[in-house]
C-alpha cells in the first residue's frame, strides 16, 4: 500500500484519516520513518494532541472542528 503502491518518498506529504486508530497510527509512523511531513486527522483535541506530541505528527487536524476546512488547506496546500 503506502510504500509499494504510494512509493512515499522522504519530502513527500502524507495525509492520515483516522490517524489516531491502529492501523493510522501505524500509517504515521512509517510515513515520519521515511521522511514524509505528515498531516494526521482524528475526531478530538485530544486524539490530535496525542497524535502531535506522542507520535510525532506534523500537524494534526481535528476534522469536528468548525475551522476544519480552512485548517485542511492551510496545511496541506489544497482541498
Known amino acids: 500500500g503506502l510504500l509499494e503502491i504510494g512509493q512515499l518518498k522522504s519530502g513527500d506529504t502524507c495525509v492520515v484519516s483516522g490517524a ?16 514524509a511531513k505528515v ?4 475526531g478530538s483535541d485530544d486524539k490530535c494532541k496525542w497524535l502531535e506530541t506522542d ?12 475551522s ?4 485542511f488547506k492551510k496545511n496541506v496546500g489544497y482541498l
Open 20 to 35: 489516531a486508530g491502529a492501523v493510522g497510527s501505524v500509517v504515521c509512523q512509517i510515513a515520519k520513518l521515511k521522511g
Open 39 to 42: 498531516i494526521g486527522i482524528a
Open 55 to 66: 507520535l510525532g505528527v506534523d500537524k494534526a487536524l481535528n476534522y469536528k472542528s468548525s
Open 68 to 71: 476544519f476546512r480552512e485548517d
